[in-house]
T-cell receptor, first 112, second 113 residues
């Protein structure tokens, strides 16, 4: 089944403890993106990637890192999480970006 | 900066009533995409419109792209409880590529059975 898989679905962590949210797609898509969703603020893009080793900042990249070493994987790294990074995170992928994005099920992150 | 605005923010309807959400861009768009997010779920791609004045239908859903390619609408005929969710529109940034989408804040639809 074609899908975007994010892990974990839920995560509670403490301030400053590095964490990684994994994202993997099995559709051989070129484009991948990370979003955060907060009440009243909609979907905000954190980072995106057009292909292996090609990434760029979205609207809210501060405090996040990404890498794209393989086409299928696009992990989101929080080196030193802070409470303002408590949010719902979505990974999404698209073949060329022209045909819509497939979203993962989301990761609800709480930083205390 | 480039913005995509959606109205209304919320809509509450009785089952069987029609529903329309509008999407307005501050700039001309090369295309517009629509997504639906069920409560507790993730956004699901519904459709993409590319041509000026384009109209597409998916069962009870009708999507329209304005002649100037700056606005779009989604109309649902005879809503059902399965239509509940938030509907988002999104368009590519001014560079015209789809790797960076500008999103509206969405319209949340509630349907009373």
């Amino acid at each position: 089944e074609a899908q975007v898989t994010q892990n974990p679905r839920y995560l509670i962590t403490v301030t400053g403890k590095k964490l990684t949210v994994t994202c993997s797609q099995n559709m051989n898509h070129e484009y991948m993106s990370w979003y955060r969703q907060d009440p009243g603020l909609g979907l905000r893009q954190i980072y995106y990637s057009m292909n292996v080793e090609v990434t760029d900042k979205g609207d809210v990249p501060e405090g996040y890192k990404v890498s794209r070493k393989e086409k299928r994987n696009f992990p989101l790294i929080l080196e030193s999480p802070s409470p303002n990074q408590t949010s719902l995170y979505f990974c999404a992928s698209s073949l060329f970006g022209r045909d819509g994005y497939t979203f993962g099920s989301g990761t609800r992150l709480t930083v205390v | 900066g480039q913005q995509v605005m959606q109205i209304p923010q919320y809509q509450h309807v009785q089952e069987g009533e029609d529903f329309t959400t509008y999407c307005n861009s501050s700039t001309t768009l090369s295309n517009i995409q629509w997504y639906k997010q069920r409560p507790g779920g993730h956004p699901v791609f519904l459709i993409q419109l590319v041509k000026s004045g384009e109209v597409k239908k998916q069962k009870r859903l009708t999507f329209q792209f304005g002649e100037a390619k700056k606005n779009s609408s989604l109309h649902i005929t005879a809503t059902q409880t399965t239509d509940v969710g938030t509907y988002f529109c999104a368009g590519p940034d001014n560079a015209g590529n789809n790797r960076k989408l500008i999103w509206g804040l969405g319209t949340s639809l509630a349907v009373n059975p």
